[in-house]
């Protein structure tokens, strides 16, 4: 499902194109894709706030395959392995950032399905550096979303500087946030987890319930208690604010988002920021992100909910996600 051109998704711009098999060069793997995750980021690359680096472009970039080729030097994998593929796609080794580990900020890092061809495809090749073992325990189909939704966060969470006994908020309760509360809830099992959703998402709020919620209310709702962190899935810029405004003294704000589609409102210094007060962004995920949360996910175990589309219903899915109706996280399925 090729993009052409920067549209909007209610014009349904991905199209079914047959396209020659990938060829893997030196130390990559060819992937035949069996699912392939869908991410709000491929919105924001079709509605041009993070463009393609070129045109026509491959999406997708939480890709669960198996290997079907071996580039030359490959030696990591075999044939038949099954693996997974996160949006970092490649990164330099030696700049600055990525000498501290700090790959996820690589000037010269490439990303799944914005500088190379991604997952919203039966076939993809990738640098067998930046493909993961997929832990037994997951089906194809509940192991995509923890390579995006999963892995950035778990990175959010780890930045928001959650503790046992805390209290974490959560503004917007999609694919990202049910896997986090999961992953709040075990390693911080005295802390507590409140939930933010649109007004009126009961979807989301019944799923928040049932993954262990301690409060769940509208974004905008006063919490009962002040929050030690929150972390921002929303696309919108408000709950920023609003995040902030019921931060703790010393709390953190974590925005989990690539782009916002509408600005973070004025802050007013004494209500938003004094008492040291912090604001972070979460931008991309680093190979160890992605390394350690696996197992992780697979120990608690973490088994995201998925609702399953085909690969050409691609459009009608994104459209669900823009309109907030995603139950969990959607997932193409491409081969049996
Ligand atoms: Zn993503
Ligand atoms: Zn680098």
Request: with cysteine; aromatic share 8%; glycine share 10%.
């Amino acid at each position: 499902m090729v993009l052409e051109k920067t549209s909007s998704i209610e014009e349904k711009p991905l199209k079914l194109m047959d396209l020659p098999r990938p060829i893997p060069e030196q130390n990559q793997i060819l992937v035949r894709i069996s699912t392939c995750g869908v991410c709000h980021t491929e919105l924001d690359e079709i509605e041009g706030r993070v463009s393609p680096s070129r045109f026509p472009m491959i999406l997708g970039h939480e890709i669960v395959g198996r290997i079907e080729g071996l580039g030359q030097g490959a030696k990591k994998f075999e044939e038949g392995d099954r693996v997974g593929i996160a949006w970092i796609n490649w990164a330099c080794g030696h700049c600055t950032f990525c000498l501290k580990g700090e790959e996820n900020l690589c000037d010269k890092a490439k990303w799944t399905g914005k500088d190379v061809y991604g997952g919203y495809a039966q076939y993809t090749v990738v640098s067998e550096d930046f493909a993961y073992p997929i832990p037994e325990r997951f089906t194809d189909m509940k192991a995509a979303p923890l390579l995006c939704a999963g892995v950035i966060g778990y990175r959010a969470l780890r930045l928001s500087g959650m503790g046992n006994g805390g209290v974490l908020g959560l503004y917007g309760f999609g694919a990202s946030a049910h896997i986090v509360i999961q992953v709040a809830k075990h390693k911080y099992p005295d802390g507590k987890v409140f939930v933010f959703t649109r007004p009126g998402q009961k979807e989301h709020q019944d799923l928040a319930r049932k993954l262990g919620a301690d409060w769940i209310g509208a974004a905008g709702d006063t919490p009962p208690e002040k929050l030690n962190c929150a972390i921002d899935f929303t696309p919108v810029g408000e709950p920023v604010r609003q995040a902030l405004g019921s931060l703790q003294k010393g709390g953190r704000v974590v925005v989990n988002a690539i782009r916002k589609v509408t600005p973070i409102p004025e802050l007013d210094y004494t209500e938003h920021l004094w008492y040291e007060k912090e604001v972070k962004g979460v931008a991309n995920v680093t190979r160890k992100d992605a390394h350690e949360f696996l197992p992780l996910a697979a120990e608690i175990p973490i088994i995201p909910e998925t609702q399953e589309f085909r690969l050409k219903e691609v459009n009608e899915a994104l459209i669900l996600l823009k309109e907030g109706r995603m139950h969990g996280a959607g997932v193409l399925k491409i081969a049996e």
